[in-house]
């Protein structure tokens, strides 16, 4: 059709910036915003051993970088993400097993929340996200998805048990829609409309083609905030799904409390009464035991 308006590309739009090349992933970053995107689209970005041990490396690599104040994390092609690699754990004489010692001690490091990732973190959810997909729809600070997009969850029909992800789903949504995906299997999918409703996700992109320059612009005003409050922030909310209200609330006054003299405490208020920008101070750099790596399982050596 003659005159017609075509979405402008990626390149365009200036969201394939700077950016460290793994084999199965990709990180870049484009302004305050690091991107953290699965990169096999002929597998449906299904997870294979190779890209779970990258996701330990890219995940801190994003958390430890001064320039980045939020992360995306999404998928290339027609899926986010649709869980472990079946094909390889069908074909490659070792199967399930090679994960055995990590799954019994907890000792996982391929989402943000396994890696005490400090920084707010976005799942961009494009196309389908099926199974083992939801590690990162639960362990996200903030969900949004394409209109297209098709939640599914195939472990029973496949012989496999609905555990970890799910588990983390229930905490966040109500439990009778995570109960029915886990017992319906492959057979049922929920959409991304549905989902918004339940509240797994708080937003629906349409047209799907945009969900990339909106997880952006969403990223750019999530950035614009204290580093160092949003820390805090995600530290007290997350401790609270792991404590009882009332320890909550005193591991949240802590949180709280350990701010005040920052810098960013007195600039904030100085920034509003003088109708101007805040300039706040970059993340400081914890070790491993600050970061929360040792809460979550056995820390690699």
């Not at 994390?73 to 074909?91: L, S």
């Not at 922030?233 to 920052?262: M, N």
Request: hydrophobic share 40%.
């Amino acid at each position: 059709m003659g005159g017609a308006v075509t979405e402008p590309s990626a390149d365009e739009r200036g969201l394939r910036g700077r950016g460290t090349q793994h084999q199965f992933l990709k990180v870049e970053r484009h302004g305050p915003v690091g991107w953290l995107i699965n990169d096999r689209p002929d597998q449906l970005n299904a997870m294979n051993a190779g890209m779970r041990d990258e996701f330990a490396d890219a995940w801190l690599e994003l958390d430890q970088d001064p320039d980045v104040r939020v992360i995306v994390h999404t998928g290339e092609g027609r899926a986010f993400q649709t869980g472990v690699d079946v094909t390889e754990i069908a074909t490659d004489g070792v199967g399930m097993q090679r994960y055995r010692e990590s799954v019994e001690n907890f000792d996982l490091h391929f989402t943000a929340w396994h890696q005490g990732v400090r920084k707010p973190v976005i799942t961009a959810v494009n196309g389908i996200c099926a199974g083992g997909g939801f590690h990162w729809v639960a362990d996200a600070d903030i969900v949004i998805a394409a209109g297209d997009a098709q939640f599914f969850d195939p472990h029973v029909s496949i012989g496999q048990v609905v555990a970890i992800e799910a588990i983390g789903l229930i905490r966040k949504m109500p439990v009778e829609p995570v109960m029915r995906m886990a017992f319906v299997g492959r057979h049922e999918r929920m959409s991304a409309q549905r989902a918004h409703e339940l509240g797994m996700i708080s937003e629906v992109v349409d047209p799907p083609e945009r969900l990339r320059e909106r997880a952006q612009e969403l990223g750019e005003t999530v950035a614009r905030n204290s580093p160092a409050a949003m820390a805090a922030t995600k530290a007290a909310l997350w401790g609270a799904l792991e404590h009882g209200l009332t320890e909550a609330c005193h591991r949240g006054a802590q949180e709280l409390v350990g701010v005040w003299g920052h810098p960013d405490q007195e600039e904030g208020p100085a920034a509003f009464a003088e109708k101007r920008d805040p300039v706040w101070q970059p993340l400081e750099e914890r070790d491993a035991d600050e970061r929360g790596l040792r809460g979550r399982g056995t820390q690699k050596q």
